[in-house]
């Protein structure tokens, strides 16, 4: 057994130490957790993104202690009792649309950042491979809560959704049926998706930020010139007062201290949003209540989804699902379709530089093609962006293979 | 400095995606429908025609209503007139033809002069519903047009609604007058036959939906389908739709049933005010919240900003 | 160690402010729990007394629980806790058992409530004649108008009876 001091005062730092190793813990965690000096803001994001879940996470209890998962309650559960009766039910319901819609762009800003600064590369694969999983089942959750106020567009996301589970001429209407629990989205679907929403897939996500976390921990954070540091020798400088010579910082409090203050200014943006500028987070056309026998005149899904369901819309039905579904894995495959030696910005890295602004052009294009109504030239420029999509992904292992070592 | 250069990146392709997806792709879903103010003259219906036929026929009337409009109308000599009305749109009236003939105790401020003048002249035309019927004198209110046969009795009725039915409406009133007797309000637990009444007995609240019910399929009967619940109607359109749309429905529905009420600047800001208390009730409290949030987050930011330089001191 | 001095007062400054920003937080998160106005404005509950009958237990139900409304008769001793409606005399008072919140039975010929959990006996005013009981049955808040008596609110003749320490 262990030696504890007798003497030590219950709940002190030492008593706590001998029984929980905060010490350690404090050092490993925070004080001495070493982060590269040479960074942006772009390296907040994660911590933005942290918050954001905490506020989706906080707003979401309150709603869920008046929604009902019922077909025939919980369009007015939502828009009447939560909207309309509870006290401060109109904010949670503003924060969480709001921020379910925010923390994707975060989330887009956070992985083209990774792409980059080649993050996930030489050890940092990891990252790059838990990031991309929180990413779906990130995706999965917004989807999930998008179908709970059950509005036109849950019904009808959730319809058309479910439907791609018919593997086009594989015509498995089955596995739509089992999924859905009924031959359309009804209040067993609803009703599953509600346990998905608040509990497996938070349950998953909580899961999934906690590898993601560790992942990061031997590798260590990037930097903005993709430059490898000896974190020992560098925190050794730092720990002997000499800050201006060592190239890291400590998490707590210093590279902390930035990340608050940029959590601050995204905060006034989201906040505004919240209170003055939520339609595009929370559509006007789900304030109608879902009705089985009637489309809307046009339906989208969210922002966040638009690119790659514009890579499903011009292609024949099959080809269609198969584009779709690879480009719902090809950014997993990132770390090992870059053939490069090197770890360094975009700018530095010649042809990778095109195709990094390419590709972000691209899913640009795609994203604002995937809402406007398939007709005349759209149609075009959709196929177009999609093949370009897929054509960039053939081109990179080329490129980066000739890529020369800086 | 370098961070705000890429700050400036950042924003940049936010923006530009905000406005892509928003501003920019709606507009093209979307056709833009101008509005014209709650001034009713029929240039719009005029350009709206289907038919050569029609055209000259919407043409040949509002010409007419538009020189009805210029007579002096004597409100004494309406009151008289105004007694005709009274023996469909009284209270407690009978349904004609599917709908209950609204009360029109605010009539005068609520609808704009040349609209009622269109209306008692030929209701069919001035709702700009006549390509649902073959011919107007088939409208419910279509035998308005035997009781005013010349042209000065109409502007003299339609001063004496203008002079004495002209007390302001509340919300609430104008809301019921204009939308009420098509449309259902669950969320002011209103439906077509009003406010729903506390029962005791859950015999009497099942009685009381059938009679609910029964309006209802009146209301089904002559619009072809239930008019929707107007609960939350104020956030699930857009205020240039729902203003356009009240204002002429057609142009952003075509073949609609939904009928041109004529609603008045003044009349159509009760109504929607009324759609707000209802259907976006947080509204005043969002607005009174969201600057002190605001205010929080930027001295939050501000402190943040003095911690960070003051950690980062001799970093560099 | 003055700088670590200055670094508090930036650290506990921000940390301070946060603290503020969480208190509104809490403000709003209680508001949250508060029962709804629909749940508060459905806490009145209207009784006609007129057509009571007596030594007939009647029950009705106010805010989720049982109240008593039991008309008295001649023999019955007259009590301060009656609610007295011109001649008639009336027990009102929720049914729950002052012991442990059972719902006595009324037996009309006994003329006693008796609550089967653990034996506890009120007499006909809601006082406590027998068994763990600790206090007699609670009068809630009511008002008089006519003949109805509307429970959930505070009338002159609740308030008499709550200022005597009656009402529990």
Known sequence: MAKFDENARPFSEKWLDERLGVVTLKKVLSTEYWIPKDINFLWAMGMVLAATFGLLLISGIFLLMYYKPDSALAFDSVNYTIMTEVGYGWLWRHIHGVGASVVFLIIYIHMFTGIYYGSYKKGREMIWISGMLLFVVFSAEAFSGYMLPWGQMSYWAGMVITNLFSGGSLEAYGLVEWIRGDYVPGDAFLTRFFMLHVLLLPLVIIGLIVLHFGTLRLPHVNNQKGEEIDFEEAAELYKAGKKKESKVIPFNPVFLSKDVFVMGVYFILFFYLVFYHFDFAMDPVNFDPADGLKTPPHIYPEWYFLWSYEILRPFPKDPGLIAFAIAQVIFFLLPFLDRSPNVAPASKRGLFNVWFWLMLADVLVLTVMGKLPPEGVWNQIGLVSALLFFALWVALPFITKAEKKL | ?316 | ?168
């Open chain 2, 1 to 316: 400095m370098k961070e705000l250069k890429i700050l400036g990146v950042v924003a940049a392709f936010t923006l530009l995606l905000y406005w892509g997806v928003e501003p920019f792709a709606h507009g093209q879903m979307h056709k833009h429908v101008e509005g014209h103010g709650f001034v009713y003259d029929g240039t719009a219906d005029i350009e709206g025609a289907t038919s050569a036929e029609k055209k000259e026929a919407k043409k040949a009337f509002w010409g007419e209503v538009n020189e009805i409009a210029k007579l002096e109308g004597n409100a004494a000599a309406g009151e008289a007139g105004f007694a005709m009305c009274m023996g469909c749109h009284m209270d407690g009236a009978a349904a004609m033809g599917g709908v209950v003939p609204p009360s029109l105790d605010h009539a005068g401020a609520l609808y704009d002069k040349k609209y009622l003048i269109a209306l008692i002249k030929d209701p069919a035309m001035a709702m700009n519903t006549d390509h649902k019927f073959a011919d107007t004198m088939m409208h419910p209110m279509g035998p308005v047009m035997t009781m005013f046969m010349d042209n000065q009795s109409i502007a003299d009725v339609v001063a004496y609604l203008k002079e004495k039915k002209a007390a302001e409406p509340t919300t609430k009133e104008a809301f019921t007058e204009a939308c009420g007797r098509c449309h259902a309000m669950r969320y002011a637990k209103m439906t077509q036959l009003g406010d729903t009444p506390e029962f005791k007995y859950e015999k009497d609240a099942l009685a009381h939906q059938i009679k609910v019910l029964e309006a209802q399929d009146g209301v089904k009967g002559y619009m072809g389908k239930l008019p929707p619940d107007l609960s939350i109607i104020i956030r699930a359109r857009s205020a240039h739709f729902l203003e356009t749309f009240v204002e002429n429905p057609q142009t952003q529905l075509a073949g609609t049933s939904m009928p041109r009420v004529g609603l008045n600047k003044e009349g159509y800001e009760k109504v929607e005010a009324y759609l707000t208390e209802i259907g976006d009730p947080s509204k005043p409290k969002r607005e009174e919240l969201g600057p002190y949030v605001l205010l929080f987050f930027v001295v939050f930011s501000f402190l943040a900003f003095l911690w960070k330089k003051y950690q980062w001191r001799d970093l560099h």
């Open chain 3, 1 to 168: 160690m003055k700088e670590q001095g200055r670094r508090d007062f930036m650290g506990m400054a921000l940390g301070g402010f946060t603290a503020l920003g969480g208190l509104g937080a809490l403000y709003a998160m209680k508001r949250s729990w508060d029962p709804l106005p629909s749940v508060k404005a459905a806490g009145f509950t209207t009784i006609d007394l007129s057509a009571a009958q007596e030594n007939v237990l009647n029950i009705e139900k106010w805010r989720g629980k049982p109240i008593f409304v039991l008309k008295k008769t001649a023999d019955m001793k007259a009590d301060d806790r009656d609610v007295v409606v011109g001649s008639d005399r009336f027990l009102v008072a929720i049914g729950l058992c002052t012991h442990l919140g059972c719902i006595p039975a009324y037996l009309p010929g006994e003329k006693i409530f008796k609550c089967a959990c653990h034996g506890g006996e009120f007499d006909p005013s809601g006082h406590e004649i027998f068994g763990p009981p600790p206090s007699p049955l609670e009068i809630p808040p009511f008002k008089l108008e006519g003949k109805t008596i509307v429970l959930g609110e505070e009338g002159p003749e609740f308030i008499r009876m709550k200022d005597a320490g009656l009402t529990v």
